[in-house]
């Protein structure tokens, strides 16, 4: 079952479909902002929703640290269930590290402290932890002496969301996903996810979730709903409240949505609270609205990505009708307007949503490629562990005809990635997606390869020797991955 939300018109529900528009347009000519989709809810009923093709509805995509606040809603249903205490020490869960940490402030670090980025530490300690102990994370951060006294001080803080998913783990006695499923995936009909696992085979909880744009509205509105989904308590009233108001001060983060303080995993924001992820991951709640607005992208610029929301969205969303209630969101609710309710921008937004597309690769047709091109890397290429690329024709009975399709092969050792280069268009081939064309200034094949199960994009220039079949080429990222390599850019097995 895949979580299926009612649809309404924005205007039945009290919003200008002119502004969402507007909010649509500010993400695709923003500097340093890329959308790859977006949901929009109110009221639990979704009102606009897009992908920029090559993305899909049906694809999953890596969520960053959007990963923490599915991570806090195992914590939560486990205090629920009363397997977790918030005001008993993270140590307490592991005794056999009892006799190694001998630091009192560690000693001192509860739960709702590494829930709240308040372990006393002043800084990232995520490296560190690796280095005092590399097959032991939640070991190696307790290692580390607080700088202050715990919960005193905000430092976001990897090794503060890994040891909820360890505590979790340990509690349940099962893996991070295998005690979601039953209790917060499946009921809110999330069926495809993945996380990316350490060497151990644990979750790593603050990060590696992958999950569709649908699954993150889903999370977003149980939240809106105080923890109730189709008339089912899957979150208290009391942890909802706790996750979702200030536990920290962080005053001296740089942006202003960033800087509002942090609750259980979630960030406070100017508007509202939210759990985001690295290149624009949102899951953005608006209670007074009763708005949930979710989001992927590969946005370096992520506060410009906010910026637009309450310059373009917030005007547009007027009083509206009544809500249906706290708990009306769920597989079988019914929409509470007709389609017909629909005005000319209603039309005229869905018409714009229908069409979204990334721009694909402009410049010359390929149709002069040499045949079997084998490449190595240039002075410039900027990718170490690309080892070589392959350019070749194809002739198929999918692609028939005298020159047939230009295929892309990306070698790293022993891997290698292959898929059909787009000309004025996306090919998709599995996770990979990829434009190309001749760029006749210089001679060069300029190819785009986008890893769809994530934020990002490789770009691919080659300098083919016609003569030799040889040449040489230059690769660099529009973004860089934060922990992975080209062969586990995609969704994890399982």
């Known amino acids: 079952m895949t979580t299926t939300f009612p649809r309404s018109s924005p205007s039945a529900l009290g919003i200008d479909a002119g502004g969402v528009l507007a909010f649509v347009r500010a993400l695709e000519t923003t500097p340093d902002v890329e959308p790859h989709s977006l949901m929009l809810l109110r009221h639990g009923q979704v009102v606009a929703e897009g992908w920029w093709a090559p993305y899909r509805a049906d694809r999953v995509h890596l969520l960053y640290s959007l990963s923490k606040s599915f991570t806090a809603a195992a914590v939560g249903i486990a205090v629920g269930e009363g397997l977790v205490d918030l005001d008993a020490t993270v140590l307490s869960y592991f005794p056999e590290l009892d006799a190694d940490i001998t630091d009192e402030r560690s000693r001192r670090i509860l739960v709702r402290h590494v829930l709240a980025m308040a ?38 803080n990897q090794p503060c969301t ?69 008339g089912t308590r899957i979150l208290s009233e009391e942890w909802v409240e706790a996750a979702t108001q200030l536990q920290v001060r962080n005053d ?53 990505v906010l910026d637009a929301a309450w310059e373009h969205l917030l005007p547009a969303i007027g009083d509206g009708p009544v809500s249906a209630g706290p708990d009306s969101a769920g597989p079988d609710s019914e929409p509470d307007s007709e389609p017909d309710s629909a005005s000319s921008d209603d039309v005229a937004l869905a018409s714009a949503l229908a069409d979204l597309a ?32 392959e350019i070749s024709r194809v002739v198929s009975d999918e692609a028939p005809g005298p020159d047939g399709v230009v295929r892309i092969a990306l070698v790293e050792g022993t891997t290698r990635l292959e ?23 210089s001679g060069t094949v300029v190819v785009d390869v986008r890893f769809l199960d994530t934020p990002h994009l490789l770009h691919v220039r080659c300098a083919i020797d016609a003569t030799s079949g040889g040449g040489t080429f230059a690769a660099r990222w529009a973004t860089e991955p934060l922990h992975s390599d080209l062969a586990h850019l995609r969704r994890p097995t399982d």
């Open 358 to 389: 990334l721009p694909a690769v402009a410049g010359g047709p390929l149709d002069a490629l040499v045949v079997g091109a084998r490449l190595d890397p240039g002075d410039d290429n900027a990718v170490s562990s690309l080892t070589a690329v």
């Open 162 to 230: 890994y040891s909820l998913g360890a505590i979790v783990r340990r509690v349940s006695g099962g893996s991070l996903l295998d005690y979601l499923r039953p209790r917060l995936l499946g009921p809110l009909g999330i069926d495809d996810v993945a996380w990316v696992r350490d060497d151990t085979g644990a979750e790593l909880g603050f990060s590696g979730l992958h999950a569709t744009t649908s699954a993150i509205a889903a999370l977003g509105q149980l939240y809106l709903q105080r923890g109730v989904w189709d």
């Open 252 to 304: 001296d983060e740089e942006n202003p949505d960033w800087s509002q303080g942090y609750g259980f995993q979630f960030w406070m924001a100017r508007h509202g609270f939210r759990g985001d992820g690295a290149y624009g991951q949102f899951c953005v709640m608006l209670p007074g609205l009763d708005v949930v607005l979710a989001m992927t992208g590969q946005s370096i610029d992520m506060q410009a």
């Open 119 to 156: 372990s006393g530490h002043s800084s990232e300690t995520v490296e560190r932890a690796r280095e005092l102990d590399p097959d032991n994370l939640v070991r190696g951060f307790l290692l580390l002496p607080p700088d202050e006294e715990p919960g005193t001080v905000f430092a976001y």
């Open 419 to 441: 898929v059909e280069v787009g000309e004025g268009r996306w090919s998709v081939d599995g996770p990979l997606g990829a434009s190309g064309a001749l760029d006749s200034a």
